[in-house]
T-cell receptor, first 119, second 114 residues
């Protein structure tokens, strides 16, 4: 009964290749996210989709392209992989409650992560 | 913009010691505050949350109180166990930047020795 799942768990590839990571959530949430965790464990948001629409796009190279075929899936495609792309990528989902204002919150549920190693 | 600052780690304690991990934030409006935990080799799990000032979040013996006057959300546990060894992240969402974006602190690695 995995709530947020990602595939693959590990991905080892050569520089210059193109790869994809898939994410699926079965929680019925309307918002999904991609985060990157570097070697020092720092977590930074990359993208967020709400009902298949891009709502957050942080300063990420355009080699990274998210795709949301439906609100339960958010995939991440990376072109021309570079050494600096090596990291753990986490998918997350949430149902935003009362966006903005007192009491609004955004409890995010995370997938197990995909460790990407670029050689 | 919103930001979160945690105490630098790593933190190493003996079993049954008292734990405090400091977290302060900068935000306008009404942010919600969270503590997430990441066990070795796993994804993040929500540990506790507080959605308004003076709320206390608690779970598994951990507690944190949302203090608007000091813009803090320190994590505490009275008696830690070896199984609490993990990386802990303070985070916030909401405020005037909208509820969607979750901003994390840098994480604090906690090691508990038997």
């Amino acid at each position: 009964d995995t709530a947020v799942s990602q595939t693959p768990k590990y991905l080892v590839t050569q520089m210059g290749n193109d790869k994809s990571i898939k994410c699926e959530q079965n929680l019925g949430h309307d918002t999904m996210y991609w985060y990157k965790q570097d070697s020092k464990k720092f977590l930074k948001i990359m993208f967020s989709y709400n009902n298949k629409e891009l709502i957050i796009n942080e300063t990420v190279p355009n080699r990274f392209s998210p795709k949301s075929p439906d609100k339960a899936h958010l995939n991440l495609h990376i072109n021309s992989l570079e050494l600096g792309d090596s990291a753990v990528y986490f998918c997350a989902s949430s149902q935003v409650v009362l966006a903005g204002g007192p009491g609004s919150y955004n409890e995010q549920f995370f997938g197990p992560g995909t460790r990407l190693t670029v050689l | 913009g919103n930001s979160v600052t945690q105490m630098e780690g790593p933190v190493t304690l003996s079993e049954e010691a008292f734990l405090t991990i400091n977290c302060t934030y900068t935000a306008t409006g009404y942010p919600s505050l969270f503590w997430y935990v990441q066990y070795p080799g796993e994804g993040l799990q929500l540990l506790l949350k507080a959605t308004k000032a003076d709320d206390k979040g608690s779970n598994k013996g951990f507690e944190a109180t949302y203090r608007k006057e000091t813009t803090s959300f320190h994590l505490e546990k009275g008696s830690v166990q070896v199984s609490d060894s993990a990386v802990y992240f303070c985070a916030l969402s909401g405020g005037n930047q909208g509820a969607q974006k979750l901003v994390f602190g840098q994480g604090t690695r906690l090691t508990i020795n038997p």
